[in-house]
Every structure is written in structure tokens, then in C-alpha cells.
């Protein structure tokens, strides 16, 4: 009996876990970790929400099995989320799934599309799914950048040039986890163009659709007409509404494809549970004040962080959406690798963040830092990390930081 697992073979030690293992033996031994490693919103969902679940959860008939593709009355939210906020109408019969997560829509809409050797062309650096979704399916994986620009249409140029067999999808992701890259509507109206012409399929992670910055809001890639016939968008409630372990997401788009994952998704799982679905009807329908307010406190949190960290020494780009910093190591430190920086940090400055290579060759040099962590934390962390950059020689400026 061979212990050589095919999928497992295929699926490299996940790096960041090393971080996370690190963090949670020093809060098992007592210490204080600011921690800004993993994208866990520190925010309770709207109170409304909340009494929906516990309402539904109270009635005997809701405890049975769900609908795999959703209930209609969450499918149909959806599509008047699209309507209402990016002008598109989608037919919540046909062109809308729900999802326990974007993570595992991504992944089930691999296994339904995906054959053996197909090509996949996904970012480098990314969250970890647009790649491993894949692998796990049996995809052999093109790495294309992150940034939007001239380059970047050359690289897909270049790999439908040169690799054999063709490539049959393209995964885009903006706002950008780990890297915070946003694109406009003319961007999305190229892919387009170049998907139909090339046949490509265009998959579209917008989970932080509603975390957008200086009055610049995201766009989607269905906005562009014709968008539907090559491409899928994933939508995801955790971080709009603070909903991360509720688990609901959506797919929105193509036809054939939400299809093919409606299949797929029939075999795996019944769907979440109903009254999260029906608290999730309420997120969407409801008063939507809380989707401002969770923007400001982001957009507040992103401030001081790069503000507080600057004057500690360390330069941290600011973000125009998402809920991450994507950071280059200090120069003087950069030979240690985001790896053994991550580790350095949290245990001599008690601050967890993400190694950047752990979303891919190209994040080396770079951390991930979520902003999941109050004001008053944040300057915690900058005092910290002052201190650690000044043990380790660092010439930091003279003024306290936070």
C-alpha cells in the first residue's frame, strides 16, 4: 500500500503555516501577539444579521438540508447586489450559485472545468487557491504578474504563444490578495477582448469589492458587455458584512460555467446551512450603512498604519482597497527572506504577519500585512517593530512612533 498520494505530491509545505504555528505556541505560553498575519475581520456582523440567523435557526423546518446552488431568495439578493451596484442584471436562475466561501467555489469550479494537463494561467504572487484549486484538479499551472499593465497583457500574449497545450483559463484577482492592485473598467474591457479572441475563460476573485479607498470604487468585470461570454466573478460576504466564518459566497457570470459548478457542487455538499442563508438574505437586502462604516474603519486603519509604521522605519505602501498591505522588507533586512523575517518579527516584536512567498515565487522580499487589528494595536505594533528594527542596526528616525 503506497502512501505516495497523487494530490498530495502535488502540494508544496504551505510556508505560512510555520508563522502560524509559531503564533499560536507563544499565545499558548501567555505572550501578547499583535496579530496581522491571516484576514480575520475582528468586526461582528450587523446586529440585523444576527437576529435573522437566530429568528430562522428557531424553527423547527430549517435544520434539514439546503439547497446545493443556494436558496432562491439568496441567489436572487445576489443579483440585485449586481444590479443596484454595478448596473448589471444576472438571471439568479441561471447565472448565480452560492458558495460556502469564495475559497470553495474557486476550488469546486476547478474540479467541474478542469481535465489533467490543462494550462491555467494564474498571478504570481496570489492567494493560494487560484493556484493550488487548480493543481488539486490536475492543471499544470502558468505563472503571469500581478501588475495591470503593458506587461502584463504581453505575458498572456506570450503564453498562448508558447505553451502547449493552450491555455484554457485565466484567473484575475483585483483588489489583488496578497498585493492590493486595483484596475479600472478599461482594463477588464482588454481582458475581455483578449479572452474572447484567444478562448480563454476568465475566472475573477472580487471578494474585497466593498473595501475600497480615496473615493475610487471597485469595478467588475461583468460591467463590460460580453464580459458573460467568457468569464465568472466570485463574491464573497466575510469581509463586506465581518461574515468570514459564516462561510457564504457567490458566483456570478457564464452560464456553462456556473453551470458546470452547480453540478459539481450537487455531488459534494447540500449547501450552508439555511438560516445562514436566510441571515445572509438580510445582509444583502438590509440596511447597508454597515458596508460605509467598515470601509472608513479600514480606510482608518490603513492610515495609521502606514503612518506609525514610517516613523518606526519601516516604509509600507499604502493600499487603495482590500484589507492588506503588501509591504517590501526593510532594505537593510531584505537578505532574510520574507520567511525569516516573518519569524524574526514575531518573536521580537510580537507581531505576526504573512511571508510573501508564501503566495508565490514573485512575493519573496514582500509580507502581507492585514488590517484586522484596532488603531491602538496597530501602534502597539509599530512601537514594536521600532525596537526590533533598532536590535537589529537599523537606523530608525528619532521621533517615537505611534
Not at 450587523?46 to 437566530?54: G, M, S, W, Y
Request: charged share 20%.
Amino acid at each position: 500500500m503506497s502512501d505516495e498520494f497523487y494530490r498530495m505530491k502535488r502540494l508544496p509545505p504551505y510556508v505560512i503555516a510555520e508563522v502560524n504555528a509559531m503564533r499560536a505556541q507563544a499565545r499558548a505560553g501567555g505572550e501578547d501577539i499583535i496579530d496581522l498575519g491571516m484576514g480575520n475581520p475582528d468586526l461582528p456582523p450587523p446586529d440585523h444579521v444576527i437576529a435573522k440567523l437566530v429568528e430562522v435557526a428557531q424553527k423547527p423546518s430549517a435544520h434539514g438540508y439546503s439547497q446545493s446552488r443556494g436558496i432562491p431568495g439568496l441567489r436572487r439578493a445576489q443579483a440585485n447586489y449586481y444590479g443596484r451596484r454595478f448596473g448589471v442584471e444576472v438571471d439568479p436562475e441561471t447565472e448565480v450559485v452560492v458558495t460556502m466561501g469564495s475559497k470553495e467555489g474557486l476550488a469546486s469550479l476547478a474540479t467541474a472545468i478542469t481535465a489533467p494537463g490543462d494550462v491555467v494561467l494564474a498571478p504570481n504572487p496570489s492567494y493560494p487557491i487560484h493556484t493550488f484549486g487548480f493543481i488539486i484538479a490536475g492543471a499544470t499551472i502558468r505563472a503571469v504578474p500581478t501588475t495591470p499593465d503593458e506587461h502584463y497583457f504581453e505575458s498572456l500574449d506570450r503564453a498562448v504563444a508558447f505553451t502547449v497545450p493552450r491555455p484554457s483559463v485565466l484567473v484575475v484577482n483585483y483588489p489583488s490578495n496578497p498585493t492590493a492592485e486595483t484596475v479600472d473598467l478599461a482594463f477588464y474591457e482588454r481582458l475581455v477582448a483578449w479572452a474572447r479572441e484567444n478562448q480563454v475563460w476568465v475566472i475573477s476573485d472580487l471578494a474585497y469589492s466593498e473595501l475600497y479607498y480615496d473615493g475610487k470604487p471597485t469595478v467588475s468585470i461583468l460591467q463590460v458587455p460580453g464580459a458573460r461570454d467568457v468569464a465568472v466573478e466570485f463574491t464573497s460576504l466575510s469581509k463586506t458584512y465581518s461574515m468570514a466564518g459564516w462561510r457564504i459566497g457567490f458566483a456570478v457570470g457564464n452560464r456553462k460555467l456556473i453551470a458546470a459548478m452547480t453540478r459539481v457542487k450537487s455531488y459534494l455538499d447540500y449547501g450552508a446551512f439555511t438560516p445562514v442563508q436566510a441571515a445572509a438574505c438580510a445582509a444583502l437586502n438590509g440596511p447597508q450603512d454597515i458596508v460605509e462604516k467598515n470601509r472608513q474603519l479600514y480606510h482608518k486603519r490603513r492610515d495609521v498604519l502606514v503612518e506609525s509604521f514610517a516613523r518606526a522605519g519601516w516604509n509600507v505602501p499604502a493600499p487603495r482597497a482590500s484589507m492588506f498591505a503588501w509591504a517590501p522588507l526593510p532594505p537593510a533586512l531584505a537578505h532574510l527572506g520574507s520567511l525569516e523575517f516573518s519569524k524574526q518579527l514575531l518573536s521580537h516584536a510580537k507581531v505576526a504577519v504573512a511571508p510573501g512567498v508564501g503566495y508565490g515565487e514573485n512575493g519573496e522580499g514582500f509580507v502581507r500585512i492585514a488590517l484586522v487589528e484596532n488603531e491602538q494595536r496597530l501602534r502597539q505594533a509599530a512601537r514594536n517593530v521600532k525596537r526590533y528594527l533598532q536590535s537589529m542596526g537599523v537606523n530608525v528616525p528619532g521621533k517615537a512612533a505611534g
